[in-house]
Antibody
Framework: QTHLQESGPGLVKPSETLSLTCTVSGYSINSNYFWGWIRQSPGEGLEWIGSISHSGTTYYNPSFKSRLTMSLDTSKNHFSLSLSSVTAADTAVYYC????????????WGQGTLVTVSS | EIVLTQSPGTLSLSPGERATLSCRASQSVGSNYLAWFQQKPGQAPRLLIYAAFNRDSGIPDRFSGSGSGTDFTLTISSLEPEDFAVYYCQQYGTTPGTFGQGTKVEIK
């Protein structure tokens, strides 16, 4: 049974970098699939952030411009998100997800983690 | 990017009734890669339908998806108490993936 679990700081200061990790159990992330991040805030609804393929190709939402970096760590079977220069608008529940068939697919989700940007 | 517009915003129905939810795209969805999700308070979205009409594993057959191109529909044939929730459509045929704003199905 595959399980995805987000982890990282729940509070980040404005202008700093938000870093989250999604640990995958029950499946090897370098075998197949796209591994992505989606966030949900009251003001913006659900927003696709980006994804990384099992071979390491990244697909980013242009809305995040150059602030975003995603990576895979196959030795730890986890993938990560780094979002720099955060503002209060980046406050949201962040979900990691697994998708098949296309980079923006998200068929199976983690439980989500709330990140608040505040000083 | 493709904008998805869901209607209605809220659907007030009784258990046993049929629910019809609409999702309209601003341009054609590539490969009809349109998914429907159900979300309950405090939970992550759960995939119901992928590629417009395919039910995900374990999803009851009262849920069905239809449509192609720019117009898609999720139908719940007979509402069960556990079906009252918010439903989102998502297109994943083109990056960036985009979501609709959601339809809340509430108990009348």
């Amino acid at each position: 049974q595959t399980h995805l679990q987000e982890s990282g700081p729940g509070l980040v200061k404005p202008s700093e970098t938000l870093s989250l990790t999604c640990t995958v159990s029950g499946y090897s992330i370098n075998s197949n699939y796209f591994w992505g991040w989606i966030r949900q805030s009251p003001g913006e609804g659900l927003e696709w952030i980006g994804s990384i393929s099992h071979s390491g190709t990244t697909y980013y939402n242009p809305s995040f411009k150059s602030r975003l970096t995603m990576s895979l760590d196959t030795s730890k079977n986890h993938f990560s998100l780094s979002l720099s220069s955060v503002t209060a608008a980046d406050t949201a529940v962040y979900y990691c997800a697994r998708g098949a068939s296309a980079p923006a697919a998200a068929g199976f989700w983690g439980q989500g983690t709330l990140v608040t940007v505040s000083s | 990017e493709i904008v998805l517009t869901q209607s209605p915003g809220t659907l007030s129905l009784s258990p046993g009734e049929r629910a019809t939810l609409s999702c309209r795209a601003s341009q054609s969805v590539g490969s009809n890669y349109l998914a429907w999700f159900q979300q309950k308070p405090g939970q992550a979205p759960r995939l119901l339908i992928y590629a417009a009409f395919n039910r995900d594993s374990g999803i009851p057959d009262r849920f069905s998806g239809s449509g192609s191109g720019t117009d898609f529909t999720l139908t719940i044939s007979s509402l069960e108490p556990e079906d009252f929730a918010v439903y989102y459509c998502q297109q994943y045929g083109t990056t960036p993936g985009t979501f609709g704003q959601g339809t809340k199905v509430e108990i009348k």
